[in-house]
């Protein structure tokens, strides 16, 4: 069986005027919508998944985070998960560091519209009034100029997330 969702993404004040640190908050946006859609009913035209594909494109492959990710991916498919909800993203602080190399992305999360359910057990997919902390280092895609898909289809492909680590209650509600 696989997991059902109906699940939503807003990103709050994720706006810079340098250019550079807008890609990587687009990138990073994009990435986390990109994980929400794993979780979606969507398949391809032969029946599979594509979330190991997907993946790839918004996590460096071998590192922390695209592990991280995939097992993840993989264990929401594998379940009879039902999900439903809107989280909403805030507070990020950008660097770029590394002559434009690398960046490090801080942000904060709230999940608590987020439910999910399982059989008949209904549960929310965070504790009632903590905010999770984002930690996540990015680094630029060295193909990323060189892949010959539409420009629209690269759009925000810029940059790739290689580790990733969250602190449970690190924000405060705004």
Known sequence: MHSIAHVG???SDWKSKDKGKQAV??????AERNTQMLMTDSKDEDGTYRY???IKDWYLEGSQAHKCRTAYAKGVRDTELELWGHTRFYAP???VYDGGRKARLEYCA???LME???GTKEYPLAKAGTYPRHRT????DENWGKD????EDKAGREWKTVRETMTPDGCDKR
Request: proline share 7%; hydrophobic share 40%; aromatic share 4%.
């Open 9 to 11: 993404a807003a990103f």
């Open 52 to 54: 190991e594909e997907l």
């Open 110 to 112: 709230d999940h608590d």
């Open 137 to 140: 280092h990015l680094v630029k």
């Open 25 to 30: 908050l687009d990138s990073a946006a994009k």
């Open 148 to 151: 010959v898909r539409p420009p």
């Open 93 to 95: 602080k950008v660097s």
């Open 116 to 118: 999910a359910r399982h």
